[in-house]
């Protein structure tokens, strides 16, 4: 299994020389990719990060985490808005090739945060699809996978379960689309994790693998073995990332933010190494059955 890190798991601001103490942290804690927060408020060096990047055997993530304005949203009625959205995600997968990162992931559908209180309807389906297809056909140019996470209906009301996301994909029609399981946003979604990820394993490029309270995996209430047994069976090896936010950076303020008022997330040495432990052990045990 290849495990990552998101930057988030250390910290929410950071400098260039922030990024390459982390990148040298996740080599020694022996993770194989970083995933690095992106926005309007966040910046740092490109080809210098890349370069540290590969002199540590480590690949690079990049996703919408930091300032994304509202109205830069491809699902959006607005044409104008559909098109501010349309090249807020090319600068950012600009951005992601320029770092010679993978992918560029997230609800790149829609906007996290923004839930409408009814059904999505045809016509903004549609209009998702071909934003999704000039988005993938731009990406595919720049060798960047574009990999889209479903979200829990309290963070977005077009892509909530694998079934849906596969639907978008489907409809953009294009082949540099794939799908992300986040366990944390499936656990209002779905009944059945193993379920899911049969749904999801066709187009699945990787796993934010994190607990329902947003903790290390196994901390928490999550069907684990569930999920581990389909991707057991499945022979799946994608990419597992590591999710949450810091409850010690700025005085705690950050995931305070992030609506988080517990610490479950207060060490990113502590939280890497026991997700990692559980995840693998959990692997060997379904394998050994």
Known sequence: MQFGAHVFVWQDQFTDDDLLRILDDAKKWGLSFLEIPIGDDISFSPQLISKHAQECNLELVLSPGGDWPMNCDISLESQSNRIKGINWHKKAIELTAESNAIAYTGAIYGHPGAVLRKGSCPDELKRTAEGLNELATFSEAHNVKLVLEPM?????????????????????????????????????????????????????WGIHACETNRGAPGTGFLPWENLMKAVVKNQWDGY????????????????????????????????????????????????NR
């Open 152 to 204: 829990s209906h309290f963070r977005t009301h077009i892509a909530n379960k694998p079934e849906q996301i596969n639907q978008l994909i489907k409809n953009a029609k294009h082949s540099n689309l794939f799908s992300l399981m986040d366990t944390y946003h499936l656990a209002t979604e779905i009944p059945c994790y193993e379920k899911a990820f049969e749904v999801f394993e066709p187009l699945l």
């Open 240 to 287: 597992w990332g590591l999710e949450s936010y810091n409850s010690t950076w700025r005085d705690g303020q950050f995931a305070y933010e992030r609506g988080m008022f517990h610490h479950v997330c207060d060490n990113a040495e502590q939280f890497i190494k026991q997700s990692v432990s559980f995840l693998n052990d959990l692997r060997e045990r379904c394998l």
